[in-house]
């Protein structure tokens, strides 16, 4: 047994408050121990039938609404802490739980009980020539750890979904919502074993420094999967030291291409719907590329209609030479054509025609999201077959990019990807499959 | 331009001989040129109909017949450095070619032409509520690389199937293969270009090092999957040291377990099969289980027929117990459970019941092919439901794991990881999948 070290919270250190014991290093044994717990309770999840995840899932919400006040005070401890350290505004309020929030919580534990179990489904059947009978069948992955930032929300989500799926959960929040993780794992893990879960079905992984992390993603043969849901900086480390197999997600440089073609009044709308509904998250636009034959007409509108939603338009020089200099517009630097704002700033720039702005694209995208409006069939077929992106869309926002919009019903977090998972991944994406081959004693020719 | 260094082939030195030039170790620099080529080769790959492909398969078939004086001629090389090297017969047998072997190699990539080709399978289609029409594609991956040893029919299989799934393929063979494989990519890559593929479709990764190597499972955003099919030591390898996503093969600790309402003869025949049919490949079973409630009857014909074809008996205590010391008897050590012998070596242990024996099996199996023979359907049911592995046979042989007898018709190697493909990878197996969604100008609500 070894003995947790305390260390502080990062940030500004502000010696007037207790040191929250839950902030803390982990050892690699103590990690290790936790996914060695998880894959018992894995080989028991994969045998529960669909009646009885379900009734897990709805003890595990009424447990959440039961405890809401307990949920909340530990919640208050992580605002007070990060307020305290002069974290930004935006980030205390995506940290901080309500009455709402909780409920929201809880009722998407209810939502997923109606959701279809992909365990169990046949993939492909035959019988073979000779007479094998042949099938593949989904099965869960078996150990799925998560390693996200911020909001205490995903840890309802994630559990809840490896649960249904019938994967034991490693969840590994950040330090921030360290105490609110603690207590939402204890009652959801609480409330599971009381309906049936094996014990070890939802775990919080130990520690909350990056050492945590690492001893999780070199677990490889106790950990099937890691997903990693956050910033660049936390998904670029998984991917570059993990032996376990990663699902990269939710890095999203994504672009709107305005096609000679288009509807002006329809590219507007979606251009401002793609860039400002929600400029904090993966899917919002963060280049805009116009044609040139249509630059001279559209690009001024575009820029009055960005500058007057607030938006910082980073701008070529075509599109500088089209607006002149003036408020909310700023020359664009190489780096913008590879930045993921995130926030109300977007770079402009007019291209030659498609197969420009299919090139611009291949060079600066992520694989998240492309964009492009246009009233011509020959425009949306090239584009769709020739960008590569988890999602391509015609003459729509790239904010419909998102599991509940796709109508999986939950989201595990958008695969950028390639390998087992491309774009929003629901319940299906947490699942491998198995060959079952009944035979009536056939052995194989020796050639 | 980085001039290569000429290093000699591992080995005892044979002075005499002229070294290879051929083998030589390549810089960083040099690998990852040639993965930069693979990428707008991938892009072009990928919008080639069938058709084209198809040609293209034909005219590599062509070459091969053609040219088989020219492969058969570097093929004479390597066969000799091995000699001289002192390699073992049986691998000089897998390295060597012959006109049949040379013929067969042109016929497989006549094979693929029949074969659907899955890029641009249509896996969802709906409308959602909204109107958007949403279509999930399959894709190609884009750029897979294959790192394998000895057999150079690998190099013009993986060739066939990257081009009929529309990937671009880098190829790294072993250095004992390394004048064929240089031959054979030569004359695939040239037929290839002539029937209208894009340059750098097919190329040979540079260096017979493990630096190459190195280099290659290091380029990640430049290779999208890197496939290791060779030993447990190269497999390791690249699965501990890549940033680019793995495929994991062919590690088969494969079981059979022989249940009490077993029908001994056919138990003894499925046995037989599984461990001596071709001992050396991986869906070769390396441990035999058997019920205490038929030990007694089943384990003294098992071991007589085994020790009759040759095979050594790694025997447990209860085993031993039951046929005496003999000849091709020896007692098993702790070790036998966890290995994949390859050869005619088998550990043979009672087990108290099914359920001692998925545990034994979720113990000591890599998840590759696990099979029961058994006439009980609760025992059958049991033991597909509870053995995680890629393939469960219910009284077949193990040996029917292979993508050619479950009638996929190629085969790119057997998953053994859960991640993406488990079990025989065929051609669908190198796409992903891309989103596309048309609509007529949808904007998201902003909650």
Known sequence: MVTPTVVPATGPVDTGAPVEPLLRTASGAEVLD?????RPAARALAQLTS????????????????????ILAANTRDVERAERAGTAASLVDRLRLTPARVEAMAQGLVDLVALPDPVGTVLRGSVLPNGLQLTQVRVPLGVVAIVYEARPNVTVDAAGIAVKSGNAALLRGSASAAASNAVLV??????????????????LVPGTDRD?????????????????????????????????????????????????DADPAMALEILLNSKTRRPSVCNAAETLLVHADVARSFVPAAVRALVGAGVTVHADTAVLDLVGPQDGVVP????????????????????????????????????HTEAIVTGSLTSAQAFTARVDAAAVMVNASTAFTDGGEFGFGAEIGISTQKLHARGPMG??????????????????DAS
């Open 34 to 38: 936790c996914a060695r717990a998880a």
């Open 51 to 70: 009646t009885a995840k379900n009734a897990a899932l709805l003890a595990m919400a009424a447990a959440l609404r039961e405890r809401g006040s307990e």
């Open 186 to 203: 204890e009652i959801l893990a609480t409330a599971g074993r009381s309906a049936g879960l094996p014990d070890a079905a939802v775990q």
């Open 212 to 260: 945590s992390v690492t001893h999780l993603m070199t677990a490889r043969g106790l950990v099937d999967v890691i997903i990693p849901r956050g910033g660049a900086g936390l998904i670029q480390a998984v991917v570059n030291g993990s032996t376990v197999p990663v699902i990269e997600t939710g890095v999203g440089n994504c672009h709107v291409f305005v096609d000679a």
């Open 332 to 367: 664009a630097v190489d780096a913008d054509w590879d930045t993921e704002f995130l926030s109300l700033d977007i770079a402009v720039a007019v291209v030659a025609d498609l197969d420009a702005a299919v090139e611009h694209i291949g060079r600066h995208g992520t694989g």
């Open 427 to 444: 319940l299906a994406e947490l699942t491998s499959s198995k060959y079952v081959v009944t035979g009536t004693g056939q052995t194989r």
